[in-house]
């Protein structure tokens, strides 16, 4: 599913990034920008939301974070996310994406279903789109969706009865588009 190339200027945006990186980076990748570049989603995004790990020092985010001179240059911003519940083994499941487009910087990016789980204390307008759609171009197996849910996610949650409904929701609202 994914691309050959990344789209500009995502990719002159991740290149200035590797260029200031002194050692292999990487980033483990969820939201708009997985969504958008990586299964194709047409919609604007601005972010790379990436999961805080060992070794992203400070000015890593000082050099492409929000308000940055490369934001000013690309309207395109590196985004530490600093709350997100994610199923419990995520990263055996990581896929490398783009691998060997650069010279330190390695892109990770959740699994499917890991990135929709990934938005489900949020469930926005833009959530459930972006739900719909992976649920379309993946597409879903529902039990896979329901297991991963109740058997790693469920737990971390910090209101798992409203969670439930909303996993309800996006099953029938899955149900129905695969209809």
């Known amino acids: 599913m994914q691309p050959k190339t990344i789209p500009e200027p995502w990719l002159s945006f991740l290149r200035e990034i590797d260029a200031f990186v002194d050692e292999r980076t990487q980033f483990h990748c969820l939201g708009g920008f997985v969504v958008t570049v990586v299964y194709g989603l047409e919609r604007p995004t601005s972010d790379l939301d ?94 896979i969706l329901k297991q991963r849910y109740h058997n790693e996610l469920r737990i971390y949650l910090g209101n798992p009865e409203r969670e439930d409904l909303t996993l309800k929701l996006w099953l029938e609202m899955i149900s129905e588009l695969q209809a």
């Open 50 to 143: 990436t999961l805080p790990l060992v070794g992203h020092p400070l000015e890593l985010f000082e050099f492409a974070g929000i308000g940055s001179e490369l934001f000013h240059r690309y309207d395109l911003y590196l985004d530490r996310v600093g709350v997100a519940t994610l199923p419990e083994n995520y990263e055996e499941r990581l896929s490398e994406v783009f691998a060997g487009t650069f010279e330190r910087l390695q892109i990770f990016v959740l699994d499917p279903y890991d990135l929709a789980l990934a938005t489900i204390e949020r469930n926005g307008d833009t959530d459930r789109e972006d739900v719909k759609y992976l649920a379309r171009v993946v597409p879903f197996d529902l039990e």
